[in-house]
């Protein structure tokens, strides 16, 4: 089969790292991919979103098999456009069509479909311009901390968490007021939920269901879980408390009636749900949904997989889910980002990056990289992703770390705490 990934970012890198292994990969293209894709893969000089571009490199290459990265061109619609084209409709695809992708790209549509399956979740309101004195109320009438997301893609910072009820009405001010654009023309708040978070990723057709190994991520700058929020600055799997008993609880009471669900509204869900949830002694709530793969947990959960990620894929495409068999490895995998100097702020491109020959332990994910001539140059917020497997935690971090060790570049910034609240547990 020849097959193209869509996007540019470590997960992108991890899907085709995976997928490359399975015997039936015949050509492998990346759109637009990184140095590190460029490794293993064709990339094609492609914007995610140019769905005419991407249409006729896929028919240039005689492409089998699309898989989609990012939300963006989910959102936007890439399925319908290959769906509504009659030289492309009978290309196989993963990822959801328009409506699908509407539980990651509107909070309010992914709350209301939540309440309306009886999936356990935080409460909410939905609050736009015009009831904001509706929402303003609400804040009152909730305990702090207090939770605004955006309802649209703001780029995974559309999210404010205070305690401060003064700082929570200014900010659902602003955020009515544009300060994420249109994704915040509407703020859903939030009751806030007590518990530890995770993230347990699903493989559906639409009817069957096949549940990957589950993550734990760290989504803030600094070390202890301090500063702001990022695109997630490392990863874990397994999750320790994340048992048999809960992660049955998590079938029964989530992931079930999301699949049954999207049945019910007529929803053709072909692809990956990422399910954001929060242990709450002991009882999974739903804290959001995403349409596709984490980002940094794919570099985790695809080292884990030792069955044939493109099979999975291929059948997932074709509605056949349920004759594939999922094999897990017992290994630990952990991966830790590397980052640029400024970001989550703006940062500076096309700091030249050495060591990267050196990076022997484990696994180095592209994520923010470009190739320049023969060099490697940093090309976004999140750099490069160091993933180790051993057989416990710590042994994978020993890995993630050792690599960082040989990796260089001016102003490379990492967490070195990853896992180590799961250590105590």
Known sequence: MNILVIGAGGREHALAWKIKQSPECNDLFVAPGNAGTRALAENLAIGVNDFEALGKAVLDKSIDLVIVGPEEPLVKGIRNYFASNEQLK?????????VGAQLEGSKDFSKAFMVRNNIPTAGSLTVTASNLSEGLDFLKK??????????????GKGVIITSDIKEAEDSLKEMLDGQFGAASSKVLIEEYLHG?????????????YMTLPEAKDYKRIGEGDTGPNTGGMGAVSPVSFADETFMKKVED???RPTVGGLQADGIDFIGFLFIGLMNVNGEPYVIEYNVRMGDPETEVVMPRIQSDMLSHLTAAAKGELDKEQLAIKPETATTVVAVAEGYPGSYEKGRKMTGLDQAFKGIVFHAGTAPDGDQVVTNGGRVI???GLGSDIQSALDQSYENLQSIQWEGMNFRKDIGQDLLSL
């Open 90 to 98: 009978n290309v196989l695809m993963v990822g959801p069509d328009e």
């Open 142 to 155: 909730v305990e702090a901390p207090y939770v605004l997301k955006a309802d649209g893609l703001a780029a």
């Open 196 to 208: 530890i978070e995770l993230s347990v990723f699903v493989l559906t057709d639409g009817k069957s």
């Open 253 to 255: 009471k989530v992931i």
């Open 385 to 387: 992703a160091s993933t």
